[in-house]
T-cell receptor
Framework: DQQVKQNSPSLSVQEGRISILNCDYTNSMFDYFLWYKKYPAEGPTFLIS?????DKNEDGRFTVFLNKSAKHLSLHIVPSQPGDSAVYFCAASGTSGGSYIPTFGRGTSLIVHP | ETGVTQTPRHLVMGMTNKKSLKCEQH?????MYWYKQSAKKPLELMFVYSLEERVENNSVPSRFSPECPNSSHLFLHLHTLQPEDSALYLCASSQGFATNEKLFFGSGTQLSVL
C-alpha cells in the first residue's frame, strides 16, 4: 500500500514552458514534504521542501504547493530548461506518531525538449 | 572526498555468490540508510542505522545483511540472492532524524543477479 503516490511515470515539456509534477499522499500524519531530483548514474539530490504549516514554498524557478485537505502537492518548474530533465521523487515524513524517515514515491521522469 | 561514496558502481553476481556493497559518508552525519530502487517502484527503505545501531529494518529478507562498524561506514552483505533482487541500491546519510531532515544520497550500486 503506497503512502506516497506519483501517478505520472513521465512528463514531456517544451523548453521555456511550465512543468507540473504531482504527488498524492494517504497518511494524514505526514507533515513535511520534500522533492528530490535524480540524474542517471547519480543519487537523488534534495531540491525543495515544504512544511504542512505552509501552502507554498518558492526557490528560484521551483515552487512547491501543498493542499492538505486534498493530500496533494505539486512541484512547478518555470521556465523549464533541458537541464531539468531528470527523475523527480516526492517524499513525505512526519512526527506525531508518523515516521520521521521519508517515504518516497516511485518518481516522475521529466523530459524537457529544447 | 566529499558527500556519500558508494562502491562498486556496478556489480554482476550469480545466485550462489557472496558480495558486499560499501558506503562511506564524509559529512559527519549520525544516521545512514540503505534504499532499494527497482524499476517502476518507489524507493524502498531497507535499513536505517543511528550511531552504528540499527533502528529500523523494513522486513528485508535475511539474504541481505547490513553492517555499520562506525558512523561513517555502512555495508550491505549479499548472499544467495535472487534475480528479482536486481536493482539500484542507494546509500544515504542524514544528520539525525528531525522531521525536516534531508537525506544525502550516494550514486548507488547497480546490481544484476544472474
Amino acid at each position: 500500500d503506497q503512502q506516497v503516490k506519483q501517478n505520472s511515470p513521465s512528463l514531456s515539456v517544451q523548453e521555456g514552458r511550465i512543468s507540473i509534477l504531482n504527488c498524492d499522499y494517504t497518511n494524514s500524519m505526514f507533515d513535511y514534504f520534500l522533492w528530490y531530483k535524480k540524474y542517471p548514474a547519480e543519487g537523488p539530490t534534495f531540491l525543495i521542501s515544504i512544511s504542512s504549516i505552509k501552502d507554498k514554498n518558492e526557490d528560484g524557478r521551483f515552487t512547491v504547493f501543498l493542499n492538505k485537505s486534498a493530500k496533494h502537492l505539486s512541484l512547478h518548474i518555470v521556465p523549464s530548461q533541458p537541464g531539468d530533465s531528470a527523475v523527480y521523487f516526492c517524499a513525505a515524513s512526519g512526527t506525531s506518531g508518523g515516521s520521521y524517515i521519508p517515504t518516497f514515491g516511485r518518481g516522475t521522469s521529466l523530459i524537457v525538449h529544447p | 572526498e566529499t558527500g556519500v561514496t558508494q562502491t562498486p558502481r556496478h556489480l554482476v553476481m550469480g545466485m550462489t555468490n557472496k558480495k558486499s556493497l560499501k558506503c562511506e559518508q564524509h559529512l559527519g552525519h549520525n544516521a545512514m540508510y540503505w534504499y532499494k530502487q527497482s524499476a517502476k517502484k518507489p524507493l524502498e527503505l531497507m535499513f536505517v542505522y543511528s550511531l552504528e545501531e540499527r533502528v529500523e529494518n523494513n522486513s528485508v529478507p535475511s539474504r541481505f545483511s547490513p553492517e555499520c562498524p562506525n558512523s561513517s561506514h555502512l555495508f550491505l552483505h549479499l548472499h544467495t540472492l535472487q534475480p528479482e533482487d536486481s536493482a539500484l541500491y542507494l546509500c544515504a546519510s542524514s544528520q539525525g532524524f528531525a522531521t525536516n531532515e534531508k537525506l544525502f544520497f550516494g550514486s548507488g550500486t547497480q546490481l544484476s543477479v544472474l
